[in-house]
């Protein structure tokens, strides 16, 4: 069936660089994608969204980029905090699969 | 406000044995679900429900059941636990956008010996 996946499992980043986790998804009929934080011992928790007819949009240290064309988003984060060291996770309206997700190490 | 919350915490049952895992709610949202977490698998949805009275299979539904019988509660059973349900069992929410979940509990730390 249709999934989303991550390209990678592993980031490491320097505090205070920015990170970028991307996500592919197959299914061209989606429209609205959500990126999740999952900290160690912790739930997933909702961090971003973004709906098929936007291309960007900016939170808290956070944007998202949707390129519909390749089937592709990402997750960017702006000067990047040890608080930010999580496993990422995107998911897609009415795909009811996570991938492993990508795990983000931010080094001092 | 609690949002989503999942008791126990923790527990450890001998194969076999039943129980049942508690999920509440108090944001009024439609649809709730539960997940098993690997690891290195991620999520995997066991059931849903996008209604008080109505539940639905997710992808690995075998060896579960649900129940919704009041909208803030949703239920996750073990019939006969087996060692391969050992996991982490997260309970989720959204208030119907498709079946993406938008809040998440801390998860059930189920132990099978």
């Known amino acids: 069936g249709e999934s989303v996946g991550l390209h990678l499992p592993t980031l490491s980043v320097q505090e205070g660089d920015n990170s970028i986790i991307n996500c592919a998804y197959s299914n061209s009929a989606s429209d609205y994608f959500i990126w999740y934080k999952q900290e160690s011992g912790k739930g997933p928790q909702f961090i971003i969204d973004?709906?098929?007819?936007?291309d960007k949009r900016q939170g808290q240290r956070v944007t998202v980029l949707l390129n519909k064309t390749v089937k592709h988003l990402s997750l960017q984060i702006a000067a990047t905090q040890p608080g930010d060291s999580a496993v990422y996770f995107c998911?897609?309206?009415?795909?009811?699969?996570f991938g492993a997700g990508t795990r983000l190490t931010v080094k001092p | 406000n609690a949002g989503v919350t999942q008791t126990p915490k923790f527990r450890v049952l001998k194969t076999g044995q039943s129980m049942t895992l508690l999920c509440a709610q108090d944001m009024n949202h439609e649809y709730m679900y539960w997940y098993r977490q690997d690891p290195g698998m991620g999520l995997r949805l066991i059931h849903y429900?996008?209604?008080?009275?109505?539940?639905a299979k997710g992808e690995v539904p075998d060896g579960y059941n649900v129940s919704r019988l009041k909208k803030q509660n949703f239920l996750l059973g073990l019939e006969s636990a087996a060692p391969s349900q050992t996991s982490v069992y997260f309970c989720?929410?959204?208030?119907?956008?498709?079946?993406?979940?938008?809040?998440f509990g801390d998860g059930t730390r189920l132990s099978i010996l």
């Open positions: 998911a897609e309206k009415n795909d009811m699969r």
């Open positions: 989720a929410s959204s208030y119907g956008q498709g079946t993406v979940p938008q809040h």
């Open positions: 973004i709906r098929s007819n936007m």
């Open positions: 429900s996008v209604g008080e009275g109505t539940t």
